[in-house]
């Protein structure tokens, strides 16, 4: 589980998160909606102690990240917004392999969790491609295809399907649904819902730093009309 136990931040001294508790349980999918400028990168950047609180805790399975650093690192796996920031190879299959071959897993295991990670974000044979060459929304599911093929206990991920096409948004929701059903909590930052909807168990939604909505979908979208967040018609 990850836990934001009154959590607050600021940068310069302006207040960026106020007081913010959450919980996002094993086995749910949690997606954080909320306008541009929200507060959801500042909050999702604490999972893994990237971001410190000014005050307030986040756990990971019940220990503050900052006692744990490694761990929370190794159990929470994040695909930020620009991923162009992330690739550490040069081609697909080396910059997928990376985080596996870190855990010294043996060669075929990383083959298969590559081969099944890129096949769920449509870029199946894909592993000799070189990043520089691919489009933005290529980059973008290579980068999930590196959080996937680490197995990690939670995911954390921010505006993820930005410049993916429809069938490349279905295949990535499709296994993250398939990962929530295996027990791993997932929280997915967007400011669109058309396509989460459907498979969140809950919605919450932020405005300036705070959580103002905390529910299930479609309470919470009764709700949402008033923040600027894009509410589908169906
Ligand atoms: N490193 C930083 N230094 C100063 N201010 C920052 C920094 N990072 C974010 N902010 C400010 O914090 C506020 C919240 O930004 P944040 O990126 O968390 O919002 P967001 O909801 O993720 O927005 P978006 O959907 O545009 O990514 C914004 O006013 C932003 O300008």
């Known amino acids: 589980m990850i836990e934001f136990d009154s959590v ?10 106020s007081d913010v508790s959450l919980s996002i349980d094993d086995g749910t999918f949690v997606v954080l909606a909320g306008a541009n400028g929200s507060g959801k990168t500042t909050l999702l950047r604490h999972c893994n102690g990237l971001l410190s609180p000014g005050s307030g805790t986040v756990l990971v399975d019940g220990t503050p990240v900052e006692d744990d650093l490694i761990g929370a690192r ?13 690739f550490v190879a040069a081609t697909v299959g080396a910059d997928v392999a990376f985080g ?33 060459h691919l489009s933005g929304g290529e980059q973008s599911r290579v980068a999930i295809a590196g959080a996937l093929a680490m197995n990690p206990t939670h995911l954390v991920l921010d505006e993820p399907f ?30 669109d819902l058309r396509d989460v909807r459907e498979l969140a168990d809950r919605i919450v939604a932020m405005r300036d730093g705070r959580v ?13 009309g008033a923040l600027e967040v894009r509410v589908p018609d169906h």
């Open 8 to 17: 607050s931040h600021a940068f310069d001294d302006v207040s960026v998160l």
């Open 162 to 191: 930005t410049g993916l096409d429809a069938p490349a948004r279905r295949s990535v929701l499709a296994r993250l649904e398939s990962l929530v059903d295996d027990g791993t909590g997932v929280l997915l930052a967007t400011h």
């Open 212 to 224: 103002v909505v905390d529910g299930r979908p479609d309470a919470a979208l009764a709700e949402l």
């Open 74 to 86: 190794s159990s929470v796996g994040m695909v930020f917004q620009h991923p162009r920031d992330q």
């Open 100 to 132: 596996p071959e870190n855990l010294g897993l043996s060669r075929e295991e990383i083959d298969r969790r590559v081969e099944g990670a890129l096949e769920a974000v449509n870029l199946a044979g894909r592993e000799d491609d070189l990043i520089e």
